[in-house]
């Protein structure tokens, strides 16, 4: 059972990008989601989470008001909308999945099962 991210790519700061997180190989509908990014030389950081409903997200401070997370139960994806993009959002984003109760736990790399390998976004004028 894999993740697949897509949707990365080059945009100058203001715009906007959508990155989508498949499933293949199985069924992720009963599974949270999130979405973490990676900056060169920084940690891992969680962008934002959604239950497996796709009922209650939750976002990184810095992107609160510009990212929308959802999840569509019936195809098994879990999509990013990026607007306003900023030159620090430039980083490798990653979706990841995790089974189990949607507590505190939720905001932390560790909760989450799967990953999928990644998809860069640069945010560059």
């Known amino acids: 059972v894999q993740l697949q991210a897509s949707g990365g790519g080059y945009v100058q700061p203001g715009g906007s990008l959508r990155l989508s997180c498949a499933a293949s190989?199985?069924?992720?509908?009963?599974?949270?989601m999130a979405w973490f990014r990676q900056a060169p030389g920084s940690e891992r950081e969680l962008v934002a989470t959604?239950?497996?409903?796709?009922?209650?997200?939750n976002y990184g401070d810095s992107v609160k008001g510009r990212f929308t997370i959802s999840k569509d139960i019936s195809s098994d994806a879990a999509d990013l909308q990026m607007n306003s993009l900023k030159v620090e959002d430039t980083a490798v984003y990653y979706c990841?999945?995790?089974?189990?109760?949607?507590?505190?736990?939720?905001?932390?790399?560790?909760?989450?099962?799967?990953w999928g390998q990644g998809t860069y976004v640069t945010v560059s004028s």
């Open positions: 990841a999945a995790a089974r189990g109760p949607y507590g505190t736990n939720r905001y932390l790399a560790g909760y989450y099962e799967v």
């Open positions: 190989g199985g069924s992720y509908s009963a599974f949270n």
């Open positions: 959604i239950n497996w409903r796709g009922t209650d997200a």
